[in-house]
Antibody, heavy 123, light 106 residues
Framework: EVQLVESGGVAVQPGGSLRLSCAAS????????MHWVRQVPGKGLEWVSL????????YYADSVKGRFTISRDNAKNSLYLQMNSLTAEDTALYYC????????????????WGKGTPVTVSS | SYELTQPLSLSVALGQTARLTCGGN??????VHWYQQRPGQAPLLVMY???NRPSGIPERFSGSSSGDTATLTISRAQAGDEADYFC?????????FGGGTKLTVL
């Protein structure tokens, strides 16, 4: 069974930094791109970032570009999100998601989701 | 940047058909995916590449896309289908989500 377990979400002050982790199991981790998606409670989904299977390519939403860094350690079956210069607008539940990994151009989507880890940015 | 437009809400009578729409410029030329999110739960993929159902999703769920509109159709709606539904696609190196439609089953 595919499992994604996020961790690292805490309350942090504006301007602070945080590193989220996602532990993957039940599938060959290094075969798949991975996403981070966030959601303010009661609001819609906002895609944050995508990393290719080998980490060589990364993509970011404009709202986090230059502040967040996605990375992965395939030896540890783990995905990370380094979040710097945090603001109140970054407060959300952060989901880790496994891409479908289909060999189709312009076709990235989230086949399996974790339960999320909450991040609160407040003074 | 590309935008996806979904109605905020839709109501359907129990056992009837719900058609959830997702609007975007020439969306019919792109791959559209749909997620169901029940209250307090993580999103669940219910349709991929316009019209393909993942394993475990009932046949009551179907999808289509043409022109500027993609549609997720839920036949014989059940109480358990009550949820938020989000469409999504990949465009210009980013994933884009619609704002979501809250489906109420009466």
């Amino acid at each position: 069974e595919v499992q994604l377990v996020e961790s690292g979400g805490v309350a942090v002050q504006p301007g602070g930094s945080l590193r989220l982790s996602c532990a993957a199991s039940g599938f060959r981790f290094d075969d798949y791109p991975m996403h981070w998606v966030r959601q303010v409670p009661g609001k819609g989904l906002e895609w944050v970032s995508l990393i290719s299977w080998d980490g060589s390519s990364t993509y970011y939403a404009d709202s986090v570009k230059g502040r967040f860094t996605i990375s992965r350690d395939n030896a540890k079956n783990s995905l990370y999100l380094q979040m710097n210069s945090l603001t109140a607008e970054d407060t959300a539940l952060y989901y880790c998601a496994k891409d479908a990994g289909e060999p189709v151009p312009d076709n990235y989507y989230m086949a399996v989701w974790g339960k999320g880890t909450p991040v609160t940015v407040s003074s | 940047s590309y935008e996806l437009t979904q109605p905020l809400s839709l109501s359907v009578a129990l056992g009837q058909t719900a058609r959830l729409t997702c609007g975007g410029n020439n969306i019919g030329s792109k791959n559209v995916h749909w997620y169901q999110q029940r209250p307090g739960q993580a999103p669940l993929l219910v349709m991929y590449r316009d019209r393909n159902r993942p394993s475990g999703i009932p046949e009551r769920f179907s999808g289509s896309s043409s022109g500027d509109t993609a549609t997720l159709t839920i036949s014989r709606a059940q109480a358990g289908d009550e949820a938020d539904y989000f469409c999504q696609l990949w465009d210009n190196r980013t994933a884009v989500f619609g704002g979501g439609t809250k489906l109420t089953v009466l």
